[in-house]
């Protein structure tokens, strides 16, 4: 694994940041093989990422028809439910660029009761669109996360099970400490299996969940955020000044 990280003092340099990241990742992909897979998280990473993307020049510079876009995570609520990460990105990027219905694949909505139904027909999707290598994850051109304040990244929660899978690329979780509850969320097999992972984290909210997953190992309590750690691919962190603030 490759590790990169880079502090801003301004939110704004942030966005810009992280969005010329995007861009750059997204022309890397489509001139090696065609298309630019993407998940994103929710949470505030639409709203810190998006406006970047979707202001020019990075707008017109993108090829928006060879996105497809995923989530790495998605709550189990309706698509018009102001909780759903469906919704976020539809309100910070979708409706604003030229991407197609059929480049999206959101969580099936009408599946929304059941997660553990929800987190199989996720993988199914994956599978119809990666057709990887029998027993290979798909492998993601770029996934976008969060950090949580406990740690955790997309829906994998601290002492979660989902921390142990090894099969599953999308599991259920019905029981999150964030509301709401009931989720989907991508697995490590498949954050680790990425081409490029790349972190957002604003705020001194997120100071010491940041210092623990730079830091020491912690073993059992080791925040999920630690072990996204792609065997080929890279991490790159993009935080504020106060969410670095804790960082020797
Ligand atoms: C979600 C997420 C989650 C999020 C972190 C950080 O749907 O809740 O994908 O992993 O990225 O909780 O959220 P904030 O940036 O809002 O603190």
Redesign the pocket.
Known sequence: MRLHGHVFSVLTDLTAAAAACVARLSAESVRSRGRFTVAF?????PG?LCPGLVAQPLRSGIDWPAWRVF?????CVPATDARS?YAALREHLLDHVGIAPQQVYPMDETLALDPAAAAAAYQAALARVFRPAAGEPPRFDLIL?????DG?????FPSHSLLRETVHWVGPVFD?P?PPPR?I?MTLPVLNNARDIVF????A??SEALARVLGEDEGENTPAARLVRPCDGRVTWLVDAEAASRLR
């Open positions: 998280s929710g949470g505030s990473l810190l989530w790495a995570d998605e709550r990460n996360l969060g950090l949580g304040e955790h990244t997309a829906s994998l999150s964030k989720r969320t957002m984290a604003a705020g909210g997120k």
